[in-house]
């Protein structure tokens, strides 16, 4: 079958539509997204098979050919089953999580000078960890 993008006017009626959602990660900078997509199977006048992907009502390259990022346009994306973005920010949303409000006794503060912390420099490698497999 091929793949027919960018289309724009009437899409006709479709033989078979198929929803698919997949995870991204950008390997240049690190942003993650998720995006749900409508695979419409049609068939030409001429009788040769071709699908549209169909995001948010508009026909859309596909998403396996050559992606980009949505945050810097690299084109080194990684693509993943649905939800591995959300999962991941799930978990970073917990980890960093304010307490509930209640009473609350305050620590005892040593009497010292505590050195300023140094502001945590993020790497790739940081945000994607939790993208790697565990070997099992």
Known sequence: MSEIAGQTGLRGTPTAVVHESYS??????????EQSYEIEHHTGADGHEFVLYVADGRVVPSPLSRPNCHNCDGHVVRIMRAGQVSSVRGAVERHHSVPQAGPVEA????????????????????LLHAFQRKAG
């Open 107 to 126: 620590p005892q503060v040593p009497v010292r000078q505590a050195q300023p912390k140094e502001p945590h420099h993020w790497h790739l490698s940081d």
């Open 24 to 33: 991204f990660a950008c390997m240049r900078c690190g942003h993650g997204w």
